[in-house]
């Protein structure tokens, strides 16, 4: 790691297997987290992995409206 003025920390995601779904839409509340969470974990043998939740941007940046944003939400599993 390095210093840098935006104090930016680069970090590597250990190989891992997770429950992966979809959200569209602004990040002000992340459907898809809920729905893994909420719904799909309790209905699954799965159980959460010691990672913390990780989301992929797929479709962010100036100028896009909320309704265009595309995050790939990765629960890591056991």
């Known amino acids: 790691m390095y210093a840098n003025p935006q104090d930016v920390i680069s970090k590597v995601i250990p190989a891992c297997r997770c429950a992966v779904a979809r959200h569209y839409g602004s990040h002000d509340h992340v459907s898809a987290a809920q729905f893994l969470y ?8 799965e159980q959460l992995g010691e990672l913390p939740i990780f989301l992929h941007y797929v479709h962010v940046g100036p100028g896009l409206k909320g309704d265009e944003m595309i995050a790939d939400i990765y629960f890591p599993l056991m």
């Open 38 to 45: 909420e719904e799909w974990l309790p209905n699954s043998a």
